[in-house]
């Protein structure tokens, strides 16, 4: 997965979360409500900038967009789920798009010839 200023894109997602939480706990009001859009859009945005330095993530892309849209149902449209649940939903989504990717790709280069010698096991006496 490409990097954005030489991170993981979810590590950038991770400190927009707890930024907008430690903004909210001492300045300024943001309310759930609001960082679930904050961090909707935010998810979205890594998504589409790891899709394009990639240029071939578009699965960065959908799990972007799907991450946006479970953050925007809990945040506004009532969708009761836990951080848990929203793992789960985020791991399932990543697995069926792997399954998918697995089938569209090869390998750059052939994999490395065994150097190990084979070992026959020993005959009965």
Same mark, same amino acid.
Do not use: C, Y
């Given at each position: 997965?490409?990097?954005?200023?030489?991170?993981?894109?979810?590590?950038?997602?991770?400190? &927009?979360?707890?930024?907008?939480?430690?903004?909210?706990?001492?300045?300024? /009001? &943001?309310?759930?409500?609001?960082?679930?859009?904050? /961090?909707?859009?935010?998810?979205?945005?890594?998504?589409?900038?790891?899709?394009?330095?990639?240029?071939?993530?578009? /699965?960065?892309?959908?799990?972007?967009?799907?991450?946006?849209?479970?953050?925007?149902?809990?945040?506004?449209?009532?969708?009761?789920?836990?951080?848990?649940?929203?793992?789960?939903?985020?791991?399932? !989504?990543?697995?069926?798009?792997?399954?998918?990717?697995?089938?569209?790709?090869?390998?750059?280069?052939?994999? !490395?010839?065994?150097?190990?010698?084979?070992?026959?096991?020993?005959? !009965?006496?």
């Amino acid at each position: 997965m490409g990097k954005i200023f030489g991170r993981e894109p979810v590590l950038w997602l991770a400190l &927009v979360a707890v930024s907008v939480k430690f903004i909210s706990a001492f300045w300024i /009001n &943001v309310t759930p409500d609001q960082q679930a859009v904050i /961090n909707a859009a935010a998810a979205a945005v890594t998504g589409l900038l790891v899709a394009l330095s990639t240029h071939d993530g578009v /699965n960065a892309a959908i799990l972007g967009v799907i991450q946006a849209i479970v953050a925007l149902g809990v945040g506004f449209g009532g969708l009761h789920l836990d951080a848990d649940q929203q793992a789960l939903i985020m791991s399932l !989504a990543t697995a069926i798009l792997a399954m998918f990717t697995r089938t569209q790709v090869t390998a750059p280069v052939p994999p !490395a010839q065994a150097t190990a010698p084979v070992i026959a096991p020993k005959a !009965a006496a």
